[in-house]
């Protein structure tokens, strides 16, 4: 028998938490290996160049679950932030092959950026989106250890270091106190929003690796409660469905994209994050075979502001994934297999990735969402008497939650049915 290990993601309005479980029956001996960890000076140019890159795994893992048969015709919603974090924490532990995967299945080529490079830059994103003052933005992990389980002490101050991990001793022989331990501890940290986190813990665990972010920010431009009414959303040609539709009337950030005839609202919070909706003219499918990250670039820079009228529904919507197939599909394998090498972890036993599950939630209403950024005023041609163009998201659209500073992807999706 050999070591499994589970990695689980929740996000709670724009909320997510990664979860690595490690089995173990088996002990063998392997000659530590020593870490080349040390200190950067361009971690915050490398957490841009981090984030750039990561756009390419972002793009990619939404189009793979996209494609997967139940997600299709589904609304689909994830962080690709939570998970990189979570892999690339992991690789940490990783050598070889293995390692060479995950490194270059999250986008990074490492004749142009180190492995010590990949992991200062992501200890710069934990302490840049940590100080954030004007939304409430967390992001960490932690360690529960088996009290028989002896990880490597130079995983352990990596992942201290990089990943601003917490530590705690678990006995997983006590399955129902671990559990509860583990519970509380996310409770805590998702401010009540994942109580039950984990539902049932094995014995022969030895540790769960627990990342978790927290995002929730308030609309710079509230609509007006007073002003939703029920409308109807087209799912598709022949599926309507009721939703409660927000309205407002106002100068907003927008872009119309006429060679994928595709309008663009970009919605500001505060100065750090942005939420961007975008509606396809001609059904969502032609714009998701087209999309890539120098659409989303395109984007950010061409918004501008004009008087416009907007209709948003109100969301409240969770999913859930299996990513272990999604992942292999990517080219991501070595960690699924026997051969795996996470030997970096601890000299005990063999680990390998059991499982990689991925859950979210969205709940988007007249005071904010999970999304922050900044508004200007631009004056139109059109006459003040006149009224302004209307952008109603009244069909499928795509969603995008962005980081201003980085310009990268916190969250991403597609909302094809916001009854559902």
Known sequence: MYVLIVIRMQVIQSLCVVLVVLWSTVQCDHHPQHSNHGVHNDSAAGSLKIYQENLDFAFHLYKHISAQPDSQSKNVFFSPLSVSVALAALSLGARGKTHQQLFEGLGFNSTDITEEEVNQAFQHIHHNLNEKSDVDLSLGNALFIGQDFKPRPEFLESMKRYYQSEGFSTDFSNTEQAKEQINKYVDEKTKGK???????????????????????????????????????????????????????????????????????????????????????????????????KNHLWKWIQSVRKRKYIVHVPKLSLKTSYQLKAILSEMGITDIFEDTADLTGISEQGNLVVSKVLHKATLDVDEAGTTATAATGVEITERGLLMDPPVMKFDHPFMVFLLSRETRSILFMGKIVNPAE
């Open 194 to 292: 994942i109580t039950q986190l984990v539902e049932e813990v094995d014995p022969l665990t030895v540790m769960y690796i627990i990342n978790y972010i927290y995002f929730k920010g308030k609309w710079e431009i509230p609509f007006d409660p007073k002003k939703t009414v029920e409308d109807n959303f087209h799912v598709d040609d022949k599926t309507t469905v009721p939703v409660q539709m927000m309205y407002a009337k106002d100068d907003f950030h927008v872009f119309h994209d006429k060679e994928i005839s595709t309008h663009v609202l970009q919605l500001h919070y505060n100065e750090s994050v942005s939420m961007m909706l975008v509606l396809p003219e001609k059904g969502l499918q032609g714009l998701e075979e087209v999309v890539c």
